[in-house]
């Protein structure tokens, strides 16, 4: 829910815009994260980098651009549960679960810096 939150409202005085190149850059740095860990082991908050919520808002975003207000619905309809709510992102953005990771890390770097 934080990453909604984060996507809607932004974080640490930033909108969500303005976090992604944030998160660009540590996903840069850090090729080994992905989803699942940012969803259950989230990386500590450095400054305004909050990888876990932004990265979720990321997540957030792209659902939005593929089927608007129903899709973010159906996501949260998927429970809190980390493995449903990457099975529902996958369906909501027509990819098989394991190509949601470079899905996600390929938005974010388009959108990043």
């Known amino acids: 829910m934080e990453g909604l939150m984060t996507w809607t409202g932004g974080s640490a005085g930033l909108s969500f815009s303005d976090l992604v190149p ?3 850059g540590y996903l840069a740095r850090h090729p080994e994260v992905t ?5 259950t082991h989230p990386p500590a908050r450095e400054g ?32 809190a549960s980390p493995a449903a709510t990457l099975e529902r992102a996958a369906k909501i953005l027509n990819v098989p679960r394991a190509g ?3 899905l996600w890390r ?3 770097s388009r959108s990043g810096p």
């Not at 989803?35 to 969803?39: G, K, M, R």
């Open 22 to 24: 944030g998160l660009a």
């Open 35 to 39: 989803l699942d860990t940012v969803l």
């Open 48 to 79: 305004s980098l909050d990888v876990g919520y932004d990265g979720m808002a990321a997540l957030w975003a792209m659902v939005f651009s593929k089927g608007g207000n129903t899709a973010v619905l159906e996501l949260l309809d998927a429970g």
């Open 100 to 102: 949601v990771d470079s």
């Open 106 to 108: 390929g938005w974010v």
